[in-house]
């Protein structure tokens, strides 16, 4: 059976969350590993929307805290799916942090998951297609082609000589 592509937009999710006292470390900021709880949940809640299956997070890239959220600010968050493959999706999410009530936004980091749809018997299922549409969805899915490459090889999963895209932004072929 054949799945109909599904562009980004149609799964994308945003979604706002108030730092409050119990997400905190001692400097009263919000904890990495709460906030990566949220952006785990944001993200599988857009791959489940893109798939239409359960999913499970298979893996997360370079997640790096550029900036501190603080007590009593807003974070927002919006996960995007850049490209599926057979089973498995990839999603950018970006965060930014809000100066409550103030408005001011400041970028606070950004992360690629991979989530891989599961059947009721537990097994990697298919996945629709993404067919991207703005300038900026077609650089994310083409791109997501060489860092599934790099996590794949990274992971152990993909023998570097078959990682034949990823190899070209460094060799000339
Ligand atoms: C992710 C998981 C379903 C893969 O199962 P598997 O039996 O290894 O299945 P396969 O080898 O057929 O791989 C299935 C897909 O997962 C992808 N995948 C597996 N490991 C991956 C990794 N580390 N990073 C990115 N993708 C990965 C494969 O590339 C494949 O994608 P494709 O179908 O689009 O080509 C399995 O390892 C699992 O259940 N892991 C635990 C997930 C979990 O509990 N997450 C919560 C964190 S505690």
Redesign the pocket.
Same mark, same amino acid.
């Given at each position: 059976m054949t799945l109909s592509k599904k562009t980004p937009k149609e799964s994308q999710v945003i979604k706002t969350e108030l730092v409050l006292p119990n997400d905190t470390n001692t400097f009263n900021n919000l904890m990495g590993g709460r906030l990566l709880h949220l952006m785990d949940i944001c993200s599988a809640i857009c791959a489940q929307r893109h798939s239409g299956s359960v999913v499970?997070? $298979?893996?997360v890239d370079n997640v790096s805290f550029s900036q501190p959220i603080a007590l009593g600010e807003v974070v927002n968050m919006k996960a995007t799916v850049t490209r599926a493959?057979?089973?498995?999706m990839e999603v950018f999410i970006e965060v930014t942090a809000e100066d409550a009530p103030g408005g001011v936004l400041k970028p606070s980091n950004s992360a690629y998951f991979?989530f891989?749809a599961?059947g009721d018997d537990n097994k990697?299922r298919p996945v629709p297609e993404v067919e991207p549409e703005t300038e900026e969805e077609k650089a994310q899915h083409a791109g997501a082609l060489r860092r599934?490459q790099l996590?794949?090889v990274l $992971?152990g999963?993909m023998k570097p000589d078959e990682a034949k895209e990823l190899k070209s932004i460094f060799f000339d072929e």
């Open positions: 499970v997070t $298979a893996s493959f057979k089973s498995s991979t891989v599961v990697p599934r996590r794949l $992971a999963r």
